[in-house]
């Protein structure tokens, strides 16, 4: 299994970006998959959860109504809208699936003005 995540940058507080992790040798349909990310210095942490189908996800409360988890089942993509963006927001984010699958290198968000 091979996670790639993108969409990464440095934006200012209050805009938009919009991450996507493509997976290769297997596929994610069959699986929930989850958006984590890592701040400097603190461990990491889930941000969001999508079910195999994409009908039921879940959120972190710190970014509850500003972030939406969506997959693309066809092209083997998990995908993570971030509006409103805030400094806090600021981490390295990856995806990943169930427990034993190995991480990907994440994509770094930096939130600064």
């Known amino acids: 299994v091979q996670l790639v995540e993108s969409g990464g940058g440095l934006v200012q507080p209050g805009e938009s970006l919009r991450l996507s992790c493509a997976a290769s040798?297997?596929?994610?349909?069959?699986?929930?998959m989850t958006w984590y990310r890592q701040a400097p210095g603190k461990e990491r942490e889930l941000v969001a959860r999508?079910?195999?189908?994409?009908?039921?996800?879940n959120y972190a409360n710190s970014v509850k109504g500003r972030f939406t988890i969506s997959r693309d089942n066809a092209k083997n993509t998990v995908y993570l809208q971030m509006n409103s963006l805030k400094p806090e927001d600021t981490a390295v984010y990856y995806c990943?699936?169930?427990?034993?699958?190995?991480w990907g290198q994440g994509t770094q968000v930096t939130v600064s003005s």
């Open positions: 990943n699936g169930p427990p034993g699958w190995d």
């Open positions: 040798g297997v596929t994610v349909s069959s699986y929930a």
């Open positions: 999508i079910s195999s189908t994409g009908r039921s996800t």
